[in-house]
């Protein structure tokens, strides 16, 4: 968790000034979703990307 909250801060929330907390709560989210759970590898998946496993097993 710690690394994770680390790539969110030096990749996203670091280089941005939000006006609001509902444009920063988008901005987290869109990281995530588009970014951090889509086009990073992950360990737990044989070093895949997610967005392409769930393509093979759907």
Not at 24 to 52: C, L, M, V
Request: charged content about 35%; aromatic content about 16%; cysteine-free.
């Amino acid at each position: 968790m710690e690394s994770f909250n680390a790539i969110l801060k030096k990749e996203e929330l670091n280089l941005k000034e939000y006006e609001t907390f509902e444009e920063t709560r988008i901005a987290i989210f869109e990281f995530i979703d588009g970014w951090y759970n889509r086009k990073r590898i992950h360990s737990s998946i044989n070093y895949q990307i997610p967005y392409e496993v769930e393509k093979i097993t759907a």
